[in-house]
């Protein structure tokens, strides 16, 4: 019997100038580093010994080859996605909306009675599936702001 590999999603760092790129990375379930401040040696260290592959649009960075780093060429999110999906063939591995777009933490499914108190009324009127960051404790429901950034993901898939 012949044994199937399957390759394990990749992992990124986003460097300092790509917050809105690593978000829109999390909320299709990729783990992706972001932090808004941080010395390069400290970046190509950590990308190392997580084996992450750094994305930047800082040419000196890139440069320094010290790290598997991507160079974006792209300004725009969308299209800086658009090419990172072909790039590492990530439509492989999507799994949207199953990581806190704040700290990178895998979500959880919460039961909506333990979370009543937290809710505004209107959330707690006409939503009753929820996730919660272990590590933050935000609480995710798929409302209209889920349904406008799964909208926009869609449409950069499509894209590709």
């Not at 780093?69 to 909306?97: N, T």
């Not at 809710?119 to 272990?134: A, D, G, Q, T």
């Amino acid at each position: 019997m012949q044994k199937s590999e399957t390759k394990k999603a990749p992992a990124f760092i986003a460097d300092c100038h790509l917050g809105k790129l690593a978000k829109y990375l999390r909320l299709m379930g990729f783990d992706t580093l972001y932090f808004a401040q941080i010395d390069d040696n400290d970046l190509l260290d950590l990308a190392n010994a997580e084996e992450r592959i750094i994305l930047t649009r800082d040419k000196e960075l890139y440069m320094r080859k010290k790290a598997h780093c991507v160079l974006l060429k792209a300004v725009k999110m969308e299209k800086q996605l658009q090419d990172l999906v072909k790039m590492f063939h990530l439509k492989k591995h999507l799994h949207h909306f199953s990581r806190c777009i704040v700290c990178n933490e895998p979500l959880k499914q919460i039961d909506k009675a333990s979370i009543l108190h937290r809710l505004e009324p209107k959330v707690r009127r006409y939503f009753s599936h929820f996730e919660i960051c272990k590590k933050c404790d935000r609480i995710y429901w798929h409302g209209d702001h889920y349904k406008r950034m799964n909208a926009l993901l869609e449409e950069i898939l499509a894209s590709v």
